[in-house]
């Protein structure tokens, strides 16, 4: 893998975030955020939210919502699909009597993309899958502001939003400038009541987005300089005593934001593709999924990979093994297929005849090691 070409790899036409809120109880600045748009703005406010927050009334203030805005629950029960946001969008653009100004995701990678979805969706005609890929949406999407309650995504950052086809299987986003947030708020005290593991599985997403990025082929200044800050925050989070007290929450929201502003001006690598080869055939969740990659990384980026199952045994959680023992050959062959369609990270990370390196025999080995 190439580290010495970044000065040749232009950023052409990528954005950051329009407006960003960082720090402690900073989700109470919600309210007037809403309710300045609606001063501003004509139309409703759709809201997009994690199930797992529906008994808890901790966002908004009782009468910041009108009778024509929208409040959705999120199931995260399964990753994002076409199904989801076609259906989310449907219900929206069939309703005569609205016309959204504002979308609002509030809740993990899952439900920020669903809302980033929707709100491309709202504005170009046809269906989430005409617009998985590059640059292919043609109009500015809703306004909208995202809220991140679990970090490490960089969704909240990123200029995509993924999810699979549930026809062709393929697992890819809406890349695209109009796909990033006008607004986001970070506030780590969110992240509080996240579960150890799904906290680590999801916050080491952005420790593999870094190393990805770096052992490309595709490097540049801007993402190396993102990358490398938001490596040093992980390592610090991951290697302490503690990944979720109060210091490491705060450091773990601005290494996902810095993260996700890293991939949007470079590619992913190995590891993506085969997570996205085990979410799609097994129904693995993105953060378990690439950690379960990482049992078979030491090939491809050993010194990672041995810091990767320091961090976990610091942090004492679980990664569940053996996942592709038993597979049918059907299944090694989906694997394969779901995989090596990753073509732009392929390249990042093994050049364009990665072919010759992942053959079936060998993408069927490294399953085997997870
Ligand atoms: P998620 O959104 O699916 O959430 C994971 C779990 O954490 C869920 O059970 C959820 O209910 C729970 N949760 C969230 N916040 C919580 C809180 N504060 N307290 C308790 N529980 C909480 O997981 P994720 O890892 O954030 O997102 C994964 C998705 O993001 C995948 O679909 C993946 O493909 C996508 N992704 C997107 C980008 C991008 O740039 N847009 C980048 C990487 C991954
Ligand atoms: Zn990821």
Redesign the pocket.
Known sequence: MSKNNFIKNPVNYTRNVGNYIFGSGSISNLDSILNKRKKEVDGEIIIFI???FKNENKFLKKNTLGKKDILFYVD??K??DTVIVNKFSNLILENQNLNPSTVVGI???????IS?AVSNLLTNPGKAEDYQGWDLLKNPSIYKIGI???F????ES?R????TNSITGL?L?MNSNYSIFDQIILDPD??????RN?YF??GV?TYI?CIESLNGNYRNVISDSYSLQALKLCKDIFHSDDMMDHVNRSKMAVASYLG?CA?ASSFLGLIHPLSAGL?VVLGL???VANCIVMRAMKEFYNEEYLEFWEMVNRQSVHIPSGVCNLLTEDQYESLYNSTIIHEKPLTNALGSSFKEILTKKKVKEIFKKM
């Open positions: 994690d199930k797992y995260t029960e990753e994002p809740g993990g990678g899952s439900t920020m993309d980033k991140p309650t679990i490490g995504t960089g969704s990123t995509t939003c993924v999810m697992k986003g969110l992240t509080m009541s996240v579960p799904q599985w999801t997403d987005h996700g991939i979410s969740h993105h953060g």
